[in-house]
């Protein structure tokens, strides 16, 4: 099956620094990819859509200056969480697109932020 | 915008045992429909999707779903659980075209006793 690889799995940061992950398609080309966020015994929640090429789509309540995203390349997506608090602390999942089925969504590992 | 109900949080289950996970979920237009597993530590996988047709559909590992267009249904289903199902499950729902991402339900831990 197809393969999303996100790194680091886990980061530890001061606050008020800014930590980079990256999510790359492996064995296919995604135009989209998605950003999710899970918080404590509860669910992924979408953050954001990031579509090659553009701008990405920010769900409601979620700030884009906080979070950047970056989609330069068909299989590479980064979400960069700037001057980031502890209240950011989580684990952020992204996933890809397939472009040639296009209503299945591979994810990542998902990244453990921990802000100290 | 569209939600996810599932209603069992926390299922224990013996080895032999036939599961069914509920999920409803609301939107009043086309769906698709998928169900997500993750074992202890690693990433979601698909199990199963629903995108039209045969509303059974089949997926890995002897899992099955239903969609239940009137109930706004799609439930988990395995005839026999073993240990190795020991996961945790989520249902997911995005519109019928596609291109958005998921709405996930909070998920079902399923623990299979030996």
């Known amino acids: 099956g197809a393969v999303v690889s996100q790194h680091p799995s886990r980061v530890i940061c001061k606050s008020g620094t800014s930590v980079k992950i990256e999510c790359r398609s492996l064995?296919?080309?995604?135009?989209?990819m998605f950003w999710y966020r899970q918080f404590p015994k509860k669910s992924l929640m979408l953050m954001a859509t990031s579509n090659e090429g553009s701008k990405a789509t920010y769900e409601q309540g979620v700030e884009k200056d906080k979070f950047l995203i970056n989609h330069a390349s068909l299989t590479l997506s980064t979400l960069t969480v700037t001057s980031a608090h502890p209240e950011d602390s989580s684990f952020y999942i992204c996933?890809?697109?397939?472009?040639?089925?296009?209503?299945?969504?591979?994810f990542g590992a998902g990244t453990r932020l921990s802000v100290l | 915008a569209q939600s996810v109900s599932q209603h069992n949080h926390h299922v224990i289950l013996s080895e032999a045992a036939s599961l069914e996970l509920g999920c409803n979920y609301s939107?009043?237009?086309?769906?698709?429909l998928f169900w997500y597993v993750q074992y202890p530590g690693q990433h979601l996988q698909l199990l199963l999707k629903?995108?039209?047709?045969?509303?059974l559909v089949k997926g890995i590992k002897g899992f099955e779903a239903e969609f239940i267009k009137s109930k706004f249904s799609f439930n988990l289903r395995k005839p026999s659980v073993q240990w190795s199902d020991t996961a945790e499950y989520f249902c997911?729902?995005?519109?019928?075209?596609?291109?958005?991402?998921?709405?996930f339900g909070k998920g079902t831990h399923l623990i299979i006793q030996p």
């Open positions: 996933s890809a697109r397939d472009m040639a089925d296009k209503n299945i969504q591979y």
């Open positions: 939107y009043g237009g086309t769906v698709n």
């Open positions: 064995d296919f080309q995604a135009t989209t």
């Open positions: 997911a729902v995005n519109k019928g075209g596609g291109a958005d991402g998921l709405t």
């Open positions: 629903y995108f039209s047709g045969d509303p």
